[in-house]
């Protein structure tokens, strides 16, 4: 799925059933890195994961990156 956000197209998953969990990823890996994870926590949780802007397919960066800005992305992935 993806969800625009603030001139960049935010692409992001979610998985599973129970109470929500989201998985964020450092430098160097994507979303799909969560994947040893998700196979164990999809079984109680809804698992949200995402490439941050700029990475994977959450293109184009758009602006310069920032924490906030990356805080102001999950909230937008969270909300859609």
């Known amino acids: 799925m ?46 949200l994961t995402m490439d941050n802007r700029g990475f994977g397919g959450s293109q184009p960066a758009a602006e310069k990156l920032s924490v906030e800005l990356m805080a102001e992305d999950v909230l937008a992935v969270m909300d859609a």
């Open 2 to 47: 993806s969800t625009l956000h603030r001139g960049c197209q935010l692409s992001w998953f979610a998985e599973g059933s129970g109470a929500p969990v989201v998985l964020l990823h450092g430098m160097g890996i994507g979303a799909n890195g969560w994947r040893p994870q998700l196979e164990a926590l999809a079984q109680r949780y809804t698992c």
